[in-house]
């Protein structure tokens, strides 16, 4: 008997007919003899729709308000998944945030998880009760519901997956798992089994967007085993597990790639102690995320700094960088929406030389230039032109032998 | 500086525009140096809307479920009126029935308060901000959420203003207060200006559609004064109040009718003791509400037992009925669905002598024919075939000259 968490989306509780599919999955594996926590999102359509609303009474961030308002959408839902596992002979109950309880911080829409008090649950599954949380939300100190930010679900069931210490928390998606980069670029693409949190991290925030990145963080600090799997059979999907128990010998296990990218050039900086940190520190105060940074060697006591943002951050950044930039007495600012960031990531690259040039080399034979390179223990990334990224991730999934079955990548 | 409660129903919430009105009196009311609490139902179709999704998964009564579900219709309305009352510059702020906090026993879709701790809600009162509950909602000892049964936000919101101990409960709808008599039959009836609990009880369960009994009662118990008005303008209503400050004089304060009514008589019933209590003891384990009950005197140790119950709940009635009639050895019952029921209320008549008089003569006079009578202190009702209501209530409308401004009413 195994404790096991079943994490559905939005799509997948989007219907009547979806929602009676979702408890049948619950009451199957519930009837197979394991305990159940099912944690659902808003149907499809509803958050929207609900700050739809609000969007009409008021432009102003009142987030306090607007966590009450948009969290009614996962009530409605664990409501319907409780009302369907009862009508299907099954016990069920359902739980919202506050009562679960998970309590947060008063970061209301993006709220921040700080303890999960299981203990009502626990008590239910051992009853033999279908839980059905409601994702997304929680409660703050002072009882007020507070919401986990866009994803939250994910990390409302890695969550509770911890706090009653499942055996798995299965992610239930549109697709069948995690692919070696994205099938709709290289048709090729290979399903996962394995892949470890720090490879899926890289993953995450590399742009693939199969999971939240917060709740691949949380798994991996609980060590709680993902599986992410289709909504639509019963087809094994992806492990995402800690290393230990991982796959070895896979050097490179995906190929990511983010066109949500811009860069940005600031012209014959003064090269002194402290010029970069005052460079970026004004981006970083207005929640400005920096990515790669690279530093040319200085020539007359004066130097360019190169860094990328994202591509929807790119006019706030470059008028940030402008304002700085004259004071420090640099040259201007330059910057070039049309890069994308094309990454190799893989744990076995850190016992493996030679990854890096033999991603250079064959990005260099099909012609594509490479603008900026940032590496990690993991992941070796490139900025290239963004009408090369296609070609990019086509080359290096092709070098890196990823069309082939898993297991048999090595090289 | 008065502490005020203001009730709003789903018509009065149920576009932005609407939302925005709401928030708009609020604000002002705050605005002229009042304490403000502001009750609201689920936008009007929500409730309908939800109960129809559950409809879709189930036809049993999983009424613990279907309460998380609707009660999620309050939580958008409030995080909308306090959206719309923080964009007006107010200082609002949201709450549910469990952060209120109003506990309730565990009859879950018609549950009874228990208590409300509002201590929370008179701390925001005195910091000066507006304050949002969720109407129809509380919560049980176990933290599950309850709803108190259709038209259970009025006693949310009598409730809250005996809890912070209100000065007054204003109840918003869409007609402009309570009428002698229902104005589409008797277009000369008057708005009232004053009545008592008493007589608003019996004009509630009479059929007069203004007010939720129990929220009634519970005004009465805690001596809340109600005043019901008009959501469109600024018009002054009808103030519910306790006797002693209501006025004198005034023997029929209005004229109320039933048309849900039908009679049922078992014939020739043993004339024994225990006869009636074991014929209508099984209508009342199966819910049914028997209200006038009228004994023929007995002739050769036989009568008929003649009732009234719900037009709605007939078919029931009469199935229990004839199984009782058969073990008692009475001779079958008849039926009649098309009867209904004409009620003259006022607290004067408690003082005044010859009002069922004057009420049977002319109704005889009109050719009305009177089937059953009822009376309590304060009513007096009358069975009388369909066809001829709204003639029996024009005639007794005129009869006690309520056509009169309110005060020239008394004879």
Do not use: W, Y
């Given at each position: 008997m195994a404790t096991i968490v079943q994490k559905f989306g939005g799509t997948s509780v989007g219907t009547i007919e979806r929602i009676k599919r979702v408890a049948e999955r619950a009451v199957k594996t519930h009837r197979a003899g394991h305990k159940v926590v099912v944690v659902v999102s808003a149907m499809s359509g509803e958050t929207n729709r609900l700050l739809g609303l609000a969007g009409q009474l008021t432009d102003a961030p009142h987030h306090r308000e607007i966590d009450v308002l948009v969290s009614s959408g996962e009530q409605v839902s664990i409501g319907l998944v409780a009302l369907a596992c009862c009508q299907m002979g099954a016990e069920a109950r359902s739980y919202l945030g506050h009562q679960v309880r998970i309590t947060t911080d008063?970061?209301?829409?993006?709220?921040?998880?700080?303890?999960?008090?299981?203990?009502?649950?626990?008590?239910?599954?051992?009853?033999?009760?279908?839980?059905?949380?409601?994702?997304?939300?929680?409660?703050?100190?002072?009882?007020?519901?507070?919401?986990?930010?866009?994803?939250g679900s994910d990390l409302s069931a890695v969550a509770m997956a911890a706090a009653v210490k499942a055996d798995v928390c299965e992610i239930y998606t549109d697709v069948d798992g995690i692919y070696t980069t994205d099938p709709r670029v290289v048709k090729e693409a290979q399903k996962i089994e394995r892949i470890t949190f720090q490879e899926m991290l890289e993953l995450a925030s590399l742009g693939a967007k199969v999971l939240q990145t917060r709740s691949v963080e949380f798994a991996m600090k609980y060590k709680v085993p993902i599986h992410v799997r289709s909504s639509f059979d019963d087809s094994e999907g992806s492990w995402v597990v800690p290393e230990e128990e991982g796959m070895e010998g896979a050097v490179v296990t995906g190929v990511a790639f983010d066109r949500n990218t811009a860069k940005l050039t600031v012209l014959d900086v003064p090269d002194k102690p402290?010029?970069?940190?005052?460079?970026?520190?004004?981006?970083?105060?207005?929640?400005?995320?920096?990515?790669?940074?690279?530093?040319?060697?200085?020539?007359?006591?004066?130097?360019?700094?190169?860094f990328t943002v994202s591509q929807t951050e790119m006019e706030r950044a470059v008028a940030l960088a402008d304002g700085v930039a004259k004071q420090l007495g640099a040259n201007g600012v330059t910057a070039d929406a049309h890069v994308a960031k094309v990454s190799v990531v893989g744990a076995g690259m850190r016992s493996e030389a030679g990854v890096a040039v033999k991603m250079f080399t064959h990005l260099g034979t099909a012609g594509v230039n490479i603008q900026l390179i940032s590496t990690s223990e993991i992941k070796i990334s490139c900025i290239v032109d963004e009408n090369f990224t296609e070609l990019a991730v086509r080359v290096l999934h092709d070098a890196f032998r990823l069309h082939e079955p898993t297991g048999a990548a090595a090289e």
């Open positions: 008063d970061a209301h829409g993006m709220a921040r998880i700080r303890d999960i008090d299981a203990d009502s649950v626990v008590k239910a599954l051992d009853r033999g009760e279908i839980v059905v949380v409601a994702g997304f939300q929680g409660v703050n100190a002072d009882g007020g519901i507070t919401t986990l930010g866009r994803g402290g010029t970069v940190a005052a460079l970026l520190g004004p981006l970083g105060e207005a929640g400005i995320n920096v990515d790669v940074i690279i530093q040319n060697t200085a020539s007359d006591g004066r130097t360019d700094v190169t």
